[in-house]
């Protein structure tokens, strides 16, 4: 293997049981053998219709669900995913979320302490920062979020749909945030139905159709043929 990959993807299948009735179960295929590889300082796209498994598969290199089939080797220190479905505590405030949260991903306090501050500040939350978060909009949950996985540095960010929510300003900070951090070392994974976005930012793009890979490769071309499909 290639010393510049940091993660590898090897024909990875996942299922779902899902219940039909008191003894009967169904398993629905959620991805059936998806191989790739991610390089360090890359940012790779990840696309498809609703439902085919993109969020699972974040999910899957994230390591909150493992593979049935095929392998998934992540050579990162510390890998934070970035979703609206984040697991926050709702009724704890904000500044407590983004502590949890860094300790979560393997930061110490002191670390975390250190970048409060910023993270308050980036995420615009005023005095919502103090506040449970049951009294939050999902925007500002996602402004939580993305301040708290962007500023704790992890070696790998893996990014559910998050730039698709919130006011226009904050999204254009937000891009503005992930255009820089490609233009250092992180390795960013990236999942949204903004073709414009993921164009912009991304180095190469996954396509996921049927719970395979359809096409990889150059944005341009990939985006193009995906939406002709």
């Known amino acids: 293997m290639s010393s510049d990959i940091i993660i590898s993807v090897k024909n990875v299948g996942l299922s779902y049981r899902k219940k039909k009735s008191f003894f009967r179960h169904e398993y629905h295929p959620a991805l059936k053998d998806i191989s790739f590889d991610v390089r360090r300082g890359e940012t790779v796209g990840i696309i498809g219709r609703n439902g085919v498994g993109k969020s699972t598969l974040l999910k899957l290199l994230s390591g909150i669900y493992m593979p049935d089939t095929g392998s998934i080797v992540n050579h990162a220190r510390k890998t934070s995913l970035l979703t609206l479905q984040a697991g926050f505590d709702l009724n704890l405030c904000g500044r407590d979320n983004a502590i949890i949260s ?13 970048e409060l501050d910023n993270i308050e500040s980036y995420s615009e939350l005023g005095e919502f920062f103090y ?5 939050y909009s999902t925007g500002m949950r996602a402004r939580l979020g993305f301040a708290t996985a962007t500023h704790l540095s992890p070696e790998v960010l893996l990014v559910d749909e998050t730039l698709g929510v ?10 503005a945030t992930m255009e820089a951090m490609i233009q250092s070392d992180r390795t960013v994974i990236l999942v949204s ?8 930012l991304c180095n190469r ?4 159709e049927n719970g395979l890979i359809r096409d990889q490769g150059d944005p341009t071309t990939v ?5 002709q499909s």
Do not use: C, N
């Open 131 to 135: 506040q449970p978060l049951k009294t």
């Open 166 to 175: 919130g006011d226009e300003k904050f999204k254009k900070k937000a891009t």
């Open 193 to 200: 139905h903004a073709a414009s976005v993921m164009a912009k």
């Open 205 to 208: 793009i996954v396509w996921i």
């Open 223 to 227: 985006l193009a043929a995906y939406q």
């Open 102 to 114: 860094g300790m979560l991903l393997g930061y110490d306090k002191e670390r975390i302490h250190a």
